[in-house]
């Protein structure tokens, strides 16, 4: 028999619909802004506002940010938060979780109709040129306890898959004491750093080797081998999934716009 299914989201069962819908192509301001379209949560999440400004749309979603203090520091996380009942989930209980997503990231006085793709020129020279310093990650925090799994900065774990870095303040928490481990998934390295935040959770990084803005993975094998080489325990629950970008330093406006994310979890049969 095949494995119990059961699907959180199609993105394309999601956007077919509203794509159509008028009503649906609402902005985002403010630094908590959030706008919820079941299963996913949008949010600017900017909790270190200084003078700049983060503001945001859906469909696709996307986000202009641009912070200039110096030392770079992170400043927000505009994410796409996925919620649904099936979270809080036992690590244990997880058998494949599949998540995919597509995204670009490019300075707003890009020539228009450039490639916003950070691989390619003009693009690369483009962002570099802005001194940019971010991350694209997903994020997902889990606890022995179902409540704190889902509550900001209560969780102890924080697992993260940096699909891309760039500049030197953004680097994974324990990035000076070298990677643990180094796995290959989809054709690219991910390497593993740990250690602790200032919140004292316990943050477990896969880093890419290349900058990847179209993935499609399972992410359960890399929960299995945190739980086999005991960074994590296999008894926590995962309460929180979202995917954004960590933001830290643009001189000037960036647009990171997310085209595509869905994420599916099949039950252990
Ligand atoms: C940001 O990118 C999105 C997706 O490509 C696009 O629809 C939007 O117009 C862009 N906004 C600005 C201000 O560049
Ligand atoms: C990243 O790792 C993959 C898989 O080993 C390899 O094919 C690719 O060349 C690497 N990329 C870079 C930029 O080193
Ligand atoms: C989930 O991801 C794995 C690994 O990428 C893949 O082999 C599998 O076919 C995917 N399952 C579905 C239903 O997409």
New binding site residues.
Partial sequence: MADMFSLITFLGLLLAPLACSQDIAETLCGQYGVYSAEPYLYNNNAWNEISNSVEG?FH?F?T?WKWTSEPPVVHGFPDIELKTDLLPLQVSSLHALNVSASW?L?P?SLIPGAS?DPNTQPDADALQANGIQCNVALDMFADANAEASQTPAKQKYEIMVWHARFGAAAVPIGWTSGAVATITIGGSDYSLYTGTNSNGQTVLTWLANETVTDFSFDVAPLMGFLVDQQHLPSDVYLGTIQFGSETFYADN?M?F?V?AFSACHWESP
């Fill in positions: 749309a696709p996307y202009l670009s490019k707003v916003a406006q647009n716009s085209s």
